[in-house]
């Protein structure tokens, strides 16, 4: 996919912003999420294209980060945070309450479309952890309840 003519422009506003192109891949990369939704095989090839930047290097940038996604997420993208503080205060058990009432795995997608759930690294919320991520939206101080009553404001 080739993104459109606003975010192309977008794109040219942050490769401007720096002194070499490659130090724009990040912004060029969340650029392209932000259109599609996830970052594809032609997103990263079209972006090495664009920055002057062998493939692999994009691609290995798009598989170290979990910020970025390779495949369309659900509509409501359920990121739990799994790092010490969150794990300390019942993440593990979140997720699995999660994985058994949504009938999928980490990393996986409904088949409706309607829900996609990924355990990550840090979150940066540590003082009110467990924490999870909703699409651009922070859920803190988890419990199986809170959560329950979450996931029933998202049908």
């Known amino acids: 996919m080739i993104p459109s003519q606003a975010t192309q422009l977008q794109i040219d506003s942050a490769i401007k912003e720096y002194a070499h192109t490659r130090s724009a891949l990040l912004a060029v990369l969340h650029l392209i999420q ?59 058990e979140l997720v699995k309450h999660l994985e058994k009432k949504l009938g999928i795995q980490d990393g996986g997608v409904t088949p409706d479309g309607r829900y996609s759930l990924i355990t990550v690294e840090c979150l940066g919320s540590c003082g009110t952890a467990p924490m999870m991520q909703v699409n651009d939206d922070y859920h803190e101080n988890l419990t199986l309840e809170r959560l329950d009553a979450l996931l029933d404001s998202m049908k």
């Open 34 to 92: 932000r259109e599609r939704g996830y970052i594809a095989v032609e997103d990263e090839s079209w972006v090495a294209a664009r920055l002057d930047l062998p493939p692999a290097e994009v691609a290995g940038v798009v598989s170290f980060y979990t910020m970025f996604r390779t495949k369309p997420p659900g509509r409501h993208h359920i990121q739990i945070c799994r790092t010490l503080t969150c794990q300390i205060r019942g993440c593990r």
